[in-house]
C-alpha cells in the first residue's frame, strides 16, 4: 500500500473522504483524548496511545474520562459503537498501523521552572527505532521555538541514515490552543497554525485538517514560528495578568477599587480587559511563560526582565491573598494559627477538574505552614482527597465549621453565593473573594468581613 508521503493530491483527496486514512493521536489525556475523538467523529479510523494503562481500559471498556468537557461525551458514544476509535498502549502497533501520527504529549516543567520535554524526546527516540517508513508526524505539543528543529528532530532521525525528514516521513506542527472546559467549541472555532519542515507537508496537513476542523488553517512560514506564536499568545495573558495583578497591590493602598478600575478602562477601544486573581496556573499559562524565558537564553545573555518580572508578581498573589485573611481576621483579633480555614475551589480556572499548577496548592501550603486547619469544598472534587487534605461534601456544614472563607476558584457554584446566607451561617464572617465575584458593598452591607484583592478595606 502506498505511504502518504507518495499519494496524489486527489488520492490523498480520495483516502480523506472515504475514511481510508488512519490517525494515531499519542498522549490521549485533555487535549489528545478530545483530538483523537474529532479525528474518528470525521469518518477517519483513530487509535490513541498511552502509556497510563488504567486509562486505555477505561476508554475501551466505553466509559469517557472527561466528564468536564461538554459534547465530547455524545462524540465518544459514536465513535466507539462506530469502531472508529480504540485506545492502546502499545506503541508500535498504534503507530505502524496509521498513517498519521498526532503527538499530544505532555509539556510540564521541572521544580527550577525548566521546560521538561523528555515525554516528547523519549517519543522521538521510540518513533527512530520502530516506525516505519512514509508516516506524517504532526506535533500539536506546545515547544518552545526551534525545538522540533532541532532537539526532536535530531532524536527522531539518529545518526544511522535510517530517517530523514522530507524523504521518509514528513513533520510539522500544530500547536493546540484550546481551552480546557470548551474544547469542542474552541475546535469549532480557533483558527490553527500549520507549520511543517516543508511546503508539501504543510499542504498535507492542512488538507487533513480541513477534513475534520471547520477552522481556518493559517499556514506558517515553519515550525518554529507556529510555536513562537502560540507562546507569544499565552505569554501576552500571562503578562497582562501581572499588570492587573501589580495593579491590584498599589491600588488597594491607595484606596482605589481595582474592577471600578477595570470596567470604565474596557471601555475604551483599544483596551483588553484582564482580571487580578490569586495567582495563574494550569498547564500552559506559567509554563508558556518559562519556556518563552527559557528560548530568549539562547539568544541573550541578559535575562527576559518583563517575562521575568511578570511571573514573579504572579506567583506572589498566593501570598498576597494570606495576607489579606490575616488582616481581615486582626479585625476580630483571630489569629491564623488554628484557625480553620475554608477554600473554596481548587481548580485553576472555573469549571474544569482540573488542578495542575493550580495557585490554590500554594495557598493552602501557606496556610497550613501558618498554622491554619484547611477545609477545602470544590464541587469537582467531592469525595477526594487534594492537596493531602479529604475535601468535604457539606457546604453548609463547611459555612458551619469555619472561620473565615477564601473564594479560591471562580467555579459557577459560588458565582451565587449570597453575601447574607454567609453572614447567617458562619462562625466567623470573614470572606477573601481572590475572584471579586460577591458584591463587595453587598457583602460589608451585611456585616461580611470582606476583602477582595485589589479593592482596599
Ligand atoms: N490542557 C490545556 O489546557 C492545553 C491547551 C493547549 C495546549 N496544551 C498542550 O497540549 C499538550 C498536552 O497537554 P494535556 O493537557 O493534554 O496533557 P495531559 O497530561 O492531560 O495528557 C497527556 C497524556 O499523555 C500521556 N503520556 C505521557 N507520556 C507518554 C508517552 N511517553 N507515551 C504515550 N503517552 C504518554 C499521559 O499519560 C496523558 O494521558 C501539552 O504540550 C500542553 O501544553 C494543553
Do not use: W
Not at 498522549?27 to 479525528?39: C, E, M, Q, V, W
Not at 524526546?121 to 508526524?137: C, F, N, R, Y
Amino acid at each position: 500500500m502506498k505511504s502518504i508521503r507518495d499519494m496524489s493530491d486527489s488520492e490523498i483527496i480520495e483516502s480523506i473522504q472515504s475514511g481510508g486514512l488512519t490517525i494515531c493521536v499519542i498522549g490521549i489525556g485533555r487535549i489528545g483524548l478530545p483530538t483523537a475523538l474529532s479525528f474518528a467523529n470525521s469518518g477517519l479510523s483513530t487509535i490513541g496511545v498511552d502509556i497510563n494503562e488504567n486509562l486505555v481500559k477505561m476508554i475501551n471498556s466505553g466509559n469517557f474520562p472527561l466528564k468536564d468537557e461538554p459534547g465530547y461525551d455524545v462524540i465518544f458514544n459514536k465513535v466507539i459503537h462506530e469502531k472508529k476509535f480504540r485506545a492502546t498502549s502499545n506503541f508500535t502497533e498504534g503507530v505502524n498501523a496509521s498513517d498519521v501520527i498526532v503527538l499530544s504529549l505532555p509539556t510540564p516543567m521541572d521544580e527550577k521552572n525548566i521546560p521538561d520535554y523528555s515525554a516528547l524526546l523519549s517519543v522521538a527516540q521510540k518513533l527512530h527505532d520502530e516506525m516505519s517508513e512514509g508516516k506524517l508526524i504532526i506535533i500539536e505539543s506546545t515547544v518552545e521555538p526551534n525545538f522540533v528543529e532541532k532537539d526532536f528532530l535530531e532524536i527522531l532521525e539518529g545518526n544511522d541514515k535510517k530517517l530523514k525528514s522530507g524523504k521518509n516521513f514528513s513533520l510539522g506542527v500544530c500547536p493546540e490552543t484550546a481551552n480546557p472546559g470548551q474544547i469542542l467549541n474552541d475546535f469549532e472555532r480557533l483558527p490553527r497554525l500549520v507549520g511543517a519542515i516543508d511546503k508539501e507537508t504543510q499542504n498535507l496537513i492542512i488538507k487533513i485538517y480541513k477534513h475534520v476542523f471547520t477552522v481556518d488553517l493559517i499556514p506558517m512560514p515553519d515550525c518554529k514560528t507556529a510555536n513562537a506564536v502560540k507562546l507569544t499568545t499565552n505569554v501576552f495573558r500571562d503578562l497582562n495578568i501581572a499588570f492587573v495583578n501589580e495593579l491590584a497591590l498599589i491600588f488597594e493602598k491607595a484606596g482605589i477599587d481595582i474592577m471600578t478600575v477595570l470596567e470604565a478602562a474596557k471601555t475604551k477601544y483599544n483596551f483588553q480587559v484582564h482580571y487580578p486573581s490569586a495567582g495563574v496556573g494550569g498547564p500552559c499559562l506559567p509554563v508558556n511563560s518559562y519556556q518563552m524565558i527559557n528560548f530568549a537564553k539562547n539568544f541573550t545573555s541578559k535575562t527576559f526582565g518583563l517575562v521575568e518580572d511578570g511571573r514573579k508578581i504572579n506567583e506572589k498573589m498566593p501570598f498576597h491573598t494570606v495576607e489579606l485573611l490575616e488582616d481581615a481576621l486582626n479585625e476580630i483579633n483571630l489569629p491564623l494559627s488554628n484557625s480553620s480555614i475554608l477554600v473554596l475551589g481548587v481548580s485553576y480556572k472555573p469549571d474544569v477538574k482540573d488542578i495542575q499548577l493550580s495557585p490554590v496548592e500554594k495557598i493552602v501550603e501557606i496556610l497550613q505552614d501558618k498554622g491554619a486547619n484547611v477545609l477545602i469544598y470544590d464541587p469537582y472534587f467531592k469525595d477526594s482527597t487534594i492537596f493531602g487534605i479529604k475535601t468535604l461534601d457539606d457546604f453548609v456544614q463547611c459555612l458551619e465549621n469555619c472561620n473565615g472563607l477564601i473564594i479560591a476558584t471562580a467555579h459557577k457554584d459560588f458565582h451565587n453565593l449570597e453575601p447574607q446566607f454567609l453572614k447567617s451561617k458562619m462562625k466567623n464572617p470573614i470572606v477573601i473573594d481572590s475572584k471579586n465575584i460577591i458584591d463587595q458593598y453587598l457583602a460589608k452591607s451585611v456585616g461580611l468581613i470582606y476583602r477582595g484583592i485589589g479593592r482596599g478595606k
